[in-house]
């Protein structure tokens, strides 16, 4: 419950992430396209749209080079917050549980 709970959390709003895992975010993305936000310095509703353009897109309506833009995003969001988690002590990620939830 707290794991996935964590993970549904951070997948929706990533700003909630540590600083460090945006950066690495960030620097991924960067390797695999140049359209790139940053999360952490990027214009706020710049970033929010990113975020829901990652996250909430059917991908099946998508075509061509833009699909797979969004499908390598997703899967390194994906991918850092699965890092995140798992780097967490069973204390911390209790911790973070309760704040974003309470």
């Known amino acids: 419950m707290i794991i996935s709970g964590l993970f549904k959390a951070y997948y929706n709003n990533p700003k909630l992430l ?21 999360f952490l310095e990027g214009d706020l509703e710049e970033v929010r749209n ?14 061509g080079n833009k699909k797979q833009e969004y499908i390598q995003k997703k899967k390194i969001l994906v991918r850092a917050i699965a890092d995140y988690i798992s780097g967490m002590t069973d204390s911390y990620a209790i911790n973070e549980y309760n704040e974003i939830y309470q």
């Open 18 to 38: 540590h600083k460090g895992t945006l950066r690495k975010i960030y620097v991924a993305m960067r390797q695999s396209t140049n359209e790139v936000i940053d």
């Open 50 to 63: 990113e975020i829901k353009r990652i996250v909430d897109t059917d991908l099946s309506k998508m075509e």
